[in-house]
């Protein structure tokens, strides 16, 4: 296992594929002219050869490593699951938030370290990883299905997953009653230092952005900064500080963790306010990945309606895996959602991530 960082503080193949003929280079695995094109002679394979061809490859590597924002138990038994259906790749893992994962893995590569086969990471970092041209495009087939909203139809990133974004609250803090049920009101001064937020929550703060404009958006933002919220980096971390007491009130939330802490016993409850964000977990096969056989296996896996996608659906409910509806994500019907997308790194949010790090961070 690799080390893991415990301050919780949306791909045709074409990279290489094991050649059905002598390679020239002396280290065809990882020869770049290799990678180009060859994955050509496989198009035409069914999904059964196309298997065969994978699984061989994997074998002969034993070996997938992730670099993942998931929450470390979630990630570990998902990886389990893996490990059941292909017992012959050791599925080893680094687990940070996202831009933990993002620096990790952008430092090795400058260093010429390419560790890291697939990435499990968040919208901004996601384009800005294509932007870098660290990461390769691989249509895997079992994006069929997911809808056109969590995959980048070149084949650069795919969602797996998705998280409701909610507020928690802890009910001997703040009774129900009382709690905010809106962003508007989330600003009233009444919650001064009351609240938590994560330094890393731009790409949320960017399809808030996105859904109401540049100027009210960074209008709230700074209302918001005015009211001194407690920085804490981890998502997990802030729904278990509202669990214990220690933190009133967290507004950015994945909601499934302060509902699993209310169903343990914890004094919490969950508001949804509108619009509602959602935050979806992309996969991405980094460029030069050492064991491209075993990352196409684990992405191929990890997207099937049968495989990961099971995986979470079972351990968090149709919420988690709504990446393969058209329609409205259940429990939040009626009202308007705001998915944070890789696009929202582009122009539009030019000069954003500054403003939220003066507000937010440095005040």
């Given at each position: ?86 017992p012959f790749v050791k599925a080893e893992h680094y687990r940070a938030n996202a831009s933990g994962v993002f ?251 500054q403003a939220l790090q003066r507000d937010f961070c440095h005040r």
């Amino acid at each position: 296992m690799r080390e893991e960082n415990t301050n919780e503080k949306k791909v045709g193949v074409v990279f290489f594929w094991t050649c059905g003929f002598p390679c020239r280079h002396s280290s065809c695995q990882l020869c770049a002219d290799c990678r180009r094109g060859s994955h050509a002679q496989y198009e035409g394979l069914n999904p059964k050869q196309r298997q065969e061809k994978l699984i061989e490859g994997a074998r002969k590597e034993g070996t997938v490593v992730i670099y993942s924002f998931t929450a470390v138990d979630q990630l570990t038994a998902l990886l389990e699951e893996f490990q059941k259906r292909y017992p012959f790749v050791k599925a080893e893992h680094y687990r940070a938030n996202a831009s933990g994962v993002f620096n990790k893995f952008t430092t090795e590569v400058r260093a010429g370290r390419t560790l890291a086969d697939v990435l499990d990471i968040s919208a901004g970092e996601s384009y800005t990883l294509r932007q870098m041209g660290l990461i390769d495009p691989y249509l895997a087939p079992s994006r069929e299905g997911i809808s056109k909203d969590f995959i980048d139809e070149r084949g650069y990133w795919a969602a797996h997953y998705h998280f409701v974004v909610a507020l928690g609250v802890n009910t001997k803090a703040i009774p129900a009653s009382e709690a905010p049920r809106s962003y508007g009101e989330l600003t009233n001064p009444k919650w001064k230092g009351r609240f938590s937020l994560d330094p890393a929550d731009q790409d949320l703060f960017g399809a808030l952005l996105l859904h109401w404009g540049k100027d009210k958006a960074l209008e709230y933002f700074k209302n918001l900064a005015k009211l001194e919220p407690r920085m804490v980096t981890g998502h997990t971390q802030q729904a278990n500080l509202v669990g214990s007491g220690e933190i009133q009130m967290a507004p950015w939330l994945y909601g499934y963790r302060p509902l699993q802490l209310k169903d343990e016993g914890a004094p919490v409850e969950v508001f949804l306010f509108d619009p509602v964000l959602t935050n979806p977990a992309y996969l991405l096969l980094a460029k030069n990945s050492p064991h491209p056989h075993a990352a196409a296996l684990l992405i191929d896996w990890a997207l099937s309606a049968d495989g990961g996608m099971k995986f979470f659906g079972e351990k968090f409910g149709p919420n988690a895996y709504a990446v393969r509806t058209e329609g409205e994500i259940p429990p939040t019907a009626g009202r308007k959602i705001s998915r944070c997308e890789t696009r929202s790194r582009g122009s539009k949010l030019q000069g954003v991530h500054q403003a939220l790090q003066r507000d937010f961070c440095h005040r």
